[in-house]
C-alpha cells in the first residue's frame, strides 16, 4: 500500500512540475499544468473509484451492513456499514486537510459517526465524502488555499501537498472497495463492477 502511494505521489509530482524556463502563473491564477491534473484526478475518482464504491454500497442488501466475517484472519474486522464509514470519514478528514480546514468533528479517529444506522445514511455520507474530495481537486494549483498536514496522513508538516493528500484518499478507498468486494461475494453477490 505504501509503494502504491509513493509511486501515484511520484507519478504526480512529474506532471505537476512547470517545465524549466516556464513563466510562472500570475498569483491567484491556475496554470493550465493544475487544470490538467485536475482534470485527471477527477476521471479517477468520478470515473471508477467513486462509481465503483457506491455502487458496491448501494448492492449491498440494508439488512447486510452489519455483516462481517467472523472465521479466520477476519476475526474482529470492520462490518461493511463501518467499513463505508471509515472510507467516508478518511476521505473527509483528508480532504479537509487538502482545504487547510479542520476535519469534521463527526468524523471521529476514521470512524465515522455513530448517527450514522441506516443504508439511506451510509449512502448519504459515503456519497458526500466524494463530493469533499472532489472540492479538493478542486483547489489543485491555487496558491491562495494552504494546506494541512493530517494526523492520519504519512505526510506530515511540509511534506504534505494537496495532491498527495487527495492520492492518498482515492488509494484508501480502493482498498476498502476491494473489502467490500469480499464481503458482497461472501454474500452471495457479484459486485456491479464485475457485471459490466
Known sequence: MRRTILCVLAMAA??????????SPAPNTVDSNSVRVRENFRLM???????????AAEAMPADKYGFAPTAGEFHNVRTFGRQILHLAATNYILAAAALGQSPPADAGDEAGPDSVVTKAQHLTYLKGSFDA???????????RIPVRSSPISPFQGGSATRVGLIAEAM????????????????NGMVPPASRR
Open 14 to 23: 512529474i506532471v505537476t512540475v512547470p517545465a524549466i524556463g516556464q513563466q
Open 171 to 186: 488509494i484508501h478507498s480502493y482498498d476498502h472497495y476491494g473489502q467490500m468486494v469480499v464481503y458482497l461475494r461472501m
Open 45 to 55: 475518482l468520478n470515473g471508477a473509484i467513486r462509481r465503483n464504491v457506491v455502487e
Open 133 to 143: 474530495l472532489d472540492r479538493a481537486i478542486d483547489a489543485i494549483g491555487e496558491t
